[in-house]
T-cell receptor
Framework: GAVVSQHPSRVICKSGTSVKIECRSL??????MFWYRQFPKKSLMLMATSNEGSKATYEQGVEKDKFLINHASLTLSTLTVTSAHPEDSSFYIC??????????????FGPGTRLTVL | AQSVTQPDIHITVSEGASLELRCNYSYGATPYLFWYVQSPGQGLQLLLK??????LVQGIKGFEAEFKRSQSSFNLRKPSVHWSDAAEYFCAVGARAAGNKLTFGGGTRVLVKP
């Protein structure tokens, strides 16, 4: 149980284009989803927290107009990197917390999406 | 603010030997504590977690961790390492008061020698 998927697993795009990454909780409903960015050989950096049906909360220093997050349902959140540039190249990982009491404090992670901007 | 320190960036261990990964945290109240493992190019898999109760926590893949409040530590252990345990290990701290956001340590890369 508690499986989270991401799509695509890998994407290469040209500079200036937008890329959408999907995060799905497959066997549970996720009231909260989180988006992280991970640089090579580095730890995870939280970008934003999203709750179903409301606007995402961004961490300090994360451009909300560049990284658009939508959490339209209890099983799907999307991250859109708008007007991507090479410095946006990174490994993006989402996580989801179940809505059930006792489990909502645990985050289950997706497999990640490798974004390369040329 | 929460913070997590994993003092060891790399650890090399022989297959069959024991493993201990250190984690120290800083937080005003009792936090939730987690250990995750990440294989290259993959997401994170939850090994174990501590919310309250018994301070010795059992996880998957034969791992355990002990919460020591007096030392602000949550060290991960495994009695006998397998080659498949080679990966990056992350300790994380969260708290409901912080919206269940996780703060991660820098990670410890474990290499397993045959």
């Amino acid at each position: 149980g508690a499986v989270v998927s991401q799509h695509p697993s890998r994407v290469i795009c040209k500079s200036g284009t937008s890329v959408k990454i999907e995060c799905r909780s497959l066997d549970f409903q996720a009231t909260t989803m989180f988006w992280y960015r991970q640089f090579p050989k580095k730890s995870l950096m939280l970008m934003a927290t999203s709750n179903e049906g409301s606007k995402a909360t961004y961490e300090q220093g994360v451009e909300k107009d560049k990284f658009l997050i939508n959490h339209a349902s209890l099983t799907l959140s999307t991250l859109t990197v708008t007007s991507a540039h090479p410095e946006d190249s990174s490994f993006y990982i989402c996580s989801a917390s179940p809505g059930l009491a006792g489990a909502r404090d645990t985050q289950y992670f997706g497999p990640g999406t490798r974004l390369t901007v040329l | 603010a929460q913070s997590v320190t994993q003092p060891d960036i790399h650890i090399t261990v022989s297959e069959g030997a024991s493993l201990e990964l250190r984690c120290n945290y800083s937080y005003g109240a009792t936090p939730y504590l987690f250990w995750y493992v990440q294989s290259p190019g993959q997401g994170l898999q939850l090994l174990l977690k501590y919310f309250s109760g018994d301070t010795l926590v059992q996880g998957i893949k034969g791992f355990e961790a002990e919460f020591k409040r007096s030392q602000s530590s949550f060290n991960l252990r495994k009695p006998s390492v397998h080659w498949s345990d080679a990966a990056e290990y992350f300790c994380a701290v969260g708290a409901r008061a912080a919206g269940n956001k996780l703060t991660f340590g820098g990670g410890t890369r474990v290499l397993v020698k045959p």
